[in-house]
Antibody, heavy 118, light 108 residues
Framework: QVQLQESGPGLVKPSETLTLTCTVSGGSVSSYYWSWIRQPPGKGLEWIGHIYYTGSTNYNPSLKSRVTISLDTSKNQFSLKLSSVTAADTAVYYC????????????WGQGTLVTVSS | EIVLTQSPGTLSLSPGERATLSCRASQSVSSNYLVWYQQKPGQAPRLLIYGASTRATGIPDRFSGSESGTDFTLTISRLEPEDFAVYYCQRYGSSRHTFGQGTKLEIK
């Protein structure tokens, strides 16, 4: 059974960089697509981007200038960096596995709340 | 950019009733890429339906999905207490994923 677990600071100051890591167990990051999705409190889901095991990435155009997703196959992890954060970036951040085709997110982490505040 | 509009925003029904949730795409969407998720408070979304009408592993057959042009429907035939949650549709296209804004299914 594939399991994902997010980790990282729960509080980030405005203008700083949010960094989260997702550790995958029960499966390898050397296949499938690996995504980050966020959900502001009380609101809906927003896809941030994904990385393929080859290292190729796709990002949400609305966040593309601030987002970097990377992969560490030796640790079976992938990471999210979101720069120049503001209060609008406060959200629960989920990591998820995306199936090849058809495209769906079948395994999710439990989510981690990141608050942007000074 | 294709927008997914879910309706109603909130649906109030009783256990045992039938629920019909709608997801309308602003442009033609391949049914292959239309997905439904269920999310309960404090939990991650759970995959329900993919390819517009295929139930994911372990999903009860009271859940079904259908499509008609740009309109996609999630139907729950007889509501169980555990079905009251928020439901999202999602599609993939142009190298990006987009979610609808969600429908909250609440107990009447």
């Amino acid at each position: 059974q594939v399991q994902l677990q997010e980790s990282g600071p729960g509080l980030v100051k405005p203008s700083e960089t949010l960094t989260l890591t997702c550790t995958v167990s029960g499966g390898s990051v050397s296949s499938y697509y690996w995504s980050w999705i966020r959900q502001p409190p009380g609101k809906g889901l927003e896809w941030i981007g994904h990385i393929y095991y080859t290292g190729s990435t796709n990002y949400n155009p609305s966040l593309k200038s601030r987002v970097t997703i990377s992969l560490d196959t030796s640790k079976n992890q992938f990471s999210l960096k979101l720069s120049s954060v503001t209060a609008a970036d406060t959200a629960v951040y989920y990591c998820a596995r995306r199936n090849y085709d058809p495209f769906y997110f079948d395994y999710w982490g439990q989510g981690t709340l990141v608050t942007v505040s000074s | 950019e294709i927008v997914l509009t879910q309706s109603p925003g909130t649906l109030s029904l009783s256990p045992g009733e039938r629920a019909t949730l709608s997801c309308r795409a602003s442009q033609s969407v391949s049914s292959n890429y239309l997905v439904w998720y269920q999310q309960k408070p404090g939990q991650a979304p759970r995959l329900l339906i993919y390819g517009a009408s295929t139930r994911a592993t372990g999903i009860p057959d009271r859940f079904s999905g259908s499509e008609s042009g740009t309109d996609f429907t999630l139907t729950i035939s007889r509501l169980e207490p555990e079905d009251f949650a928020v439901y999202y549709c999602q599609r993939y296209g142009s190298s990006r994923h987009t979610f609808g804004q969600g429908t909250k299914l609440e107990i009447k």
